[in-house]
Each structure stands twice: as structure tokens, then as C-alpha cells.
């Protein structure tokens, strides 16, 4: 398992902080957590909404590829829906380049009707639109003289250059929440999964493991799963410090999905989000943290946090870390990186007892 932080850039709940600030700190903790030994750097894509904003992840790592030339640079993800398939091949072949081969590329097809809305989009098109594009990036990147004539986007005997680095492409990560038709679909095809510990997951990551051995290709599939992370060295002050924040951070989730909640959004694309949401409102910090749901304590208690949760789902290939969640000061989320950087990832991750290895196609 290697380890990443997973950067959001939010300002909500916060007094009088101005949107530098938001992406100064967050990118300060993003070099630390490079110079501390993490293997990748992921990114959300959300507009219009200070629970996040990253317009533009691809823009956003070409920056992180200039700064910390060591590490990884992973989209979490590119929403494939609001794009033109043509710019995204070309932004991120062009990211792929520049880094030297370092891009971990996730896409994934949305979730807030509001950024639909903004974008003039129905949410009932949201799959095709995601598939469709999906197929057109995947033949960009690894096809030149390429065409495709779909229902949104049509081309015709294009080559996107550049060519990236990695061949024949970046490798995929799709993002899944809840859809076991999107667990089986990133099976089904050989990409890589991106997840988070909130939910039934267990039965749908197996689900994913079984599809892609049933599928025929080689391995168990490849697995990101994203937590929050809080290290101290009192187990006390780490729950206390954490505990706001973290219901911080859902109060922010809550508003702004609070319409799939209130049932204001019905999609075909979207079966049973309404419970989703409503059920996301009920997370329990105490008992994420008995799950291992949430790494939050000192170190050992979160190696055991680590361990319970391996336990429970099985292994799995990378952890992506928020450090800054909710109103989590930047003192206080750069003094737990660094602690767990210097206490955990040596001696409990093995990944780090060799060089970092870099993302090949898949």
C-alpha cells in the first residue's frame, strides 16, 4: 500500500479567509507531505462552492509537477460530464509529459446538482455522458488518427498531442461510491477503483475483485480508498482536535448534496442517493474510528486503525489522505502529516521500504 494526501481546498465555516489563503495552505501541505515520503498527490474537481474549489485539477497538478518532482499527481477526479473529451486527452497527455510520467488519472461523472445546473446539464445523462467520454479519452491517449462519433462529442481523424509519457496511456482510476454497476464496470474494463469508507463498500470492492478476475485480467484489480487523517501524540488531543472538524467537514458534505437528502433530486443515474446522502448525515466520529474509517490518534493506535480496517475489508493498494479537513487548522494538519510521515509510514507501509514506484498503464 502506498500513500497519498488527498487535497480538497475548502473554505467553508471559516471567518474572514480569503481564497489564497485556501490554496496557499493547502499547497504548502502538499510540498510537505512530498518532502515527507508520501507517493502521490490526488485532487477533487468541484465549482462554484467554498466546500471546494478545484476548477481544474489537470491545471492544478501541472503546477504540484514543478514543485515536487518526486511524487506522483493523481485526479480525484476529472469529471468526465462537464468536459469536452478532446481537451481532456490533450491536458492530460500534456501533464503526463511535463511530470515525466507521473500522472495517476481518475475520473469519475459528478454527484452535486448544482454544478449540473451551472454547467446547463441533466444529471439523467451523466453515465452516457461519463462512458462516452471515457472511451473517447482512452482512444485519444492511445490511438492516433483517431474517430468516434458519439451522442455528446464526435471526432474524426484527430491525434492528440502530445503523446503522453506513459504507454500506452496513464493508467485509470474510475471513481465509485455506492453503484455496484460502477464497481463492476471498472472491472470489467481493467481500471483501477477510487472509494471512499462511508457505506456497504465491503460487498461492492469484492464485487470489484471478483469482476476483474472473471474478467480475465491479471492481478486483483487496484484499489484507492480515501480517509481522514489526524495524528498526535496524545490519543486524547487527537480526538478532541479532529472530532469538530470532521462533522465540519460532513456538515459541508450535507449542504451541499442536501437536495438528493431532501429528495429535491430524482436521476435514473443516481439510484437510491437520496439514502446515501440522508445515511452520510448519521456518520459517527467515535465509531469511524473503531472501524478505521478515519485514521485519527497517536501512532500506534492508528496502525491499529489501519490494521482493524485491512481486517475487516481486506488489503488494498493505495490510501489517499485528507490532512486539512473541515476547519482544521494548517498548524495543527501539518504537525499530524509530519508525525505520521515520520512514525507510521516507515515502519507499517511497505511501500516505503523501496523506491517509489510510478503508475503504469491500466
Request: proline content about 5%; charged content about 25%.
Amino acid at each position: 500500500m502506498d500513500v497519498g494526501m488527498m487535497m480538497v481546498f475548502a473554505s467553508y465555516g471559516w471567518d474572514n479567509c480569503s481564497d489564497d489563503r485556501v490554496w496557499d495552505e493547502e499547497i504548502r501541505l502538499a510540498r510537505i507531505a512530498a518532502d515527507s515520503g508520501f507517493d502521490c498527490l490526488w485532487s477533487a474537481e468541484h465549482h462554484f462552492n467554498d466546500y471546494s474549489f478545484v476548477p481544474d485539477n489537470l491545471a492544478l497538478m501541472m503546477h504540484l509537477a514543478a514543485l515536487c518532482p518526486d511524487v506522483d499527481l493523481g485526479t480525484a477526479a476529472v469529471i468526465l460530464p462537464w468536459h469536452d473529451p478532446l481537451r481532456v486527452a490533450e491536458n492530460a497527455a500534456v501533464l503526463d509529459m511535463v511530470s515525466g510520467g507521473r500522472l495517476r488519472f481518475g475520473m469519475g461523472r459528478g454527484l452535486a446538482r448544482r454544478e449540473f445546473a451551472a454547467f446547463r446539464l441533466n444529471m439523467d445523462e451523466s453515465r452516457a455522458r461519463f462512458h462516452e467520454g471515457l472511451d473517447q479519452v482512452d482512444l485519444l491517449l492511445t490511438q492516433e488518427g483517431a474517430s468516434h462519433r458519439g451522442q455528446f462529442h464526435s471526432f474524426e481523424n484527430v491525434t492528440s498531442l502530445p503523446r503522453p509519457t506513459q504507454k500506452p496511456r496513464p493508467k485509470f482510476y474510475i471513481a465509485a461510491t455506492q453503484t455496484m454497476e460502477s464497481f463492476e464496470f471498472a472491472a470489467r474494463r481493467g481500471y483501477s477503483l477510487m472509494t471512499i469508507p462511508i457505506g456497504p463498500i465491503k460487498p461492492l470492492v469484492a464485487r470489484y475483485r471478483e469482476v476483474w478476475r472473471e474478467s480475465g485480467h491479471p492481478g486483483d484489480g487496484e484499489i484507492m480508498i480515501a480517509f481522514h487523517l489526524f495524528c498526535d501524540q496524545s490519543g486524547k488531543r487527537a480526538r478532541d482536535v479532529a472530532r469538530d472538524p470532521y462533522y465540519q467537514y460532513f456538515r459541508v458534505m450535507n449542504e451541499s448534496t442536501r437536495d438528493w437528502a431532501e429528495g429535491k433530486v430524482q436521476s435514473k443515474d443516481y439510484r437510491d442517493y437520496d439514502k446515501s446522502m440522508s445515511k452520510m448525515s448519521e456518520s459517527n466520529f467515535e465509531d469511524q474510528i473503531e472501524k478505521g474509517s478515519v485514521w485519527v490518534g497517536t501512532p500506534d493506535e492508528i496502525r491499529q486503525n489501519i490494521a482493524r480496517f485491512i481486517d475487516f475489508m481486506g488489503p488494498f493498494e493505495h490510501a489517499s489522505l485528507q490532512v486539512n479537513f473541515g476547519h482544521m487548522g494548517y498548524e495543527d494538519a501539518r504537525r499530524s502529516m509530519q508525525l505520521f510521515a515520520s512514525e507510521v509510514l516507515p515502519d507499517f507501509l511497505p511501500a516505503h521500504a523501496a523506491p517509489p514506484r510510478k503508475a503504469q498503464a491500466g
